[in-house]
């Protein structure tokens, strides 16, 4: 399964951080299960539902552990392709919560409507990520088996009613279905009712930045023009300065001054050394 929009595809791909460590968290524990007893890990990493009080963080920690070889890749090969353009347009804490929450949506839906069986694996988070990219891009070619293209909001769709139905009409099978329902239905509550603070306070921290900005680089309290690129700063470099003092802003908004590499402090006592010059 392979993808490509308007907005990136194949040429410019490139794996996000939080992607790259979900990969190596999720084989290296494939990996120690194989050394280890996969029983012994199984017993302990899995939801078990008879278990939820003695071993809660099950909860958790089943959504890295993967039965077998066919289960982890498959799982893997969905983050490693749905999860990069997700991560580039939320942010990699963004994507990480929203990632668990899905995975939580799986085990909480399958505990309440289908508690009999261990649950492992990461479908349920995956299965949430596939309808993130369905609703940001749903018009993006998926190509099933690297041949047949068909748009994300029909593969998806299709995805939803065969897991449905599966959730429904087949218990007691090796797959998780109930699981995997969840994390559709808690993917889709979670981006509905929009309550990703990084969404959120995007327009606030730009209103924020773009006032602090002007803050340090107004000259002789001039008011700040209403389009910087209308001519309203004297050079194109001084354009181009603020437009990294924007982005320094809306870094230190959301990850604080601390995270600031020396270069964008140097931009930043550029722009002050300016202002102290222009007064």
Not at 100 to 127: E, K, T
Request: with cysteine; aromatic share 14%.
């Amino acid at each position: 399964m392979v993808y490509r929009t308007d907005g990136f595809g194949f040429g410019g791909f490139t794996l996000t951080p939080m992607v790259k460590k979900l990969l190596f968290a999720n084989f290296g524990v494939f990996l120690i299960t194989l050394i280890l007893s996969p029983r012994f890990v199984l017993e302990w990493l899995a939801f078990r539902p008879d278990h939820v009080l003695t071993r809660p963080w099950g909860a958790l920690t089943y959504m890295f552990v993967h039965a077998d070889l066919m289960h982890v890749l498959f799982n893997m090969l969905v983050v490693f392709f749905f999860g990069p353009p997700l991560e580039s347009r939320w942010g990699s804490n963004e994507f990480f919560r929203y990632y668990l929450v899905c995975g939580l949506g799986g085990v909480l839906l399958a505990f309440l409507l289908a508690p009999a069986a261990p649950i492992v694996g990461a479908s349920a988070a995956c299965y949430g990520l596939m309808l993130a990219f369905a609703m940001n891009w749903p018009d993006a070619p998926i190509y099933v088996w690297g041949i047949f293209p068909v748009q994300a909001k029909w593969l998806v769709g299709f995805l939803f009613l065969i897991t449905l139905l599966n959730a429904f009409g087949a218990p007691g099978g090796p797959v998780a279905h109930m699981a995997h329902l969840g994390g559709i239905v808690a993917g889709f509550v979670y981006l509905k009712a929009d309550w990703r603070p990084r969404e959120k306070l995007a327009a606030l921290s730009q209103r924020r930045a773009r006032a602090r900005r002007f803050a340090i680089v107004s000259r002789d309290g001039e008011a700040p023009p209403d389009d910087l690129r209308a001519g309203g700063w004297r050079t194109n470099d001084e354009g181009a300065l603020l437009d990294g003092v924007d982005r320094v802003l809306d870094k230190i908004s959301a990850e604080g001054i601390s995270a600031l590499t020396p270069e964008e402090r140097g931009l930043l006592d550029e722009v002050s050394r300016r202002n102290r010059t222009l007064k």
